[in-house]
């Protein structure tokens, strides 16, 4: 098992930047890609970034890059997110992948593991 530990989350007024972390632990061999989702209330979680676990590949929401950055240290997963927009208020959550692809996947079903999520609210 894989264990994820997202934190970071809180309240923020718009404009402002953040850095998520989360920790991974447990049996990490094997894991070949870590991402970032999020979901807002009464929509489907969707996906924000995601990291190669060697670090070499990365890949973004259309709609975010520019305002977010991905990056990796061991088994920390962090995302920076600048230029904060009450679009943005959403319960986050960090995954974990077993696929062994160049391009890190973008879709829900090819994480197999999953942190609690931390909530991030933007005031506007």
């Known amino acids: 098992q894989v264990q994820l530990v997202e934190s970071g989350g809180g309240l923020f007024q718009a404009g402002a930047s953040l850095k998520l972390s989360c920790a991974a632990s447990?049996?990490?061999?094997?894991?070949?890609?870590l991402g970032w989702f999020r979901q807002a209330p009464g929509k489907e979680r969707e996906f924000v970034a995601a990291i190669s676990w060697n670090g070499a590949n990365v890949v973004y929401a259309d709609s975010l890059q520019g305002r977010f950055t991905i990056s990796r240290d061991n088994t920390m997963l962090y995302l920076q997110m600048n230029s904060l927009k009450p679009e943005d208020t959403a319960v986050y959550y960090c995954a974990a992948s077993r696929f062994d692809r160049i391009q890190p996947p973008v879709d829900v079903a090819s994480y197999s593991y999953w942190g609690q999520g931390t909530q991030i609210t933007v005031s506007s």
């Open positions: 447990g049996r990490t061999f094997g894991i070949r890609a």
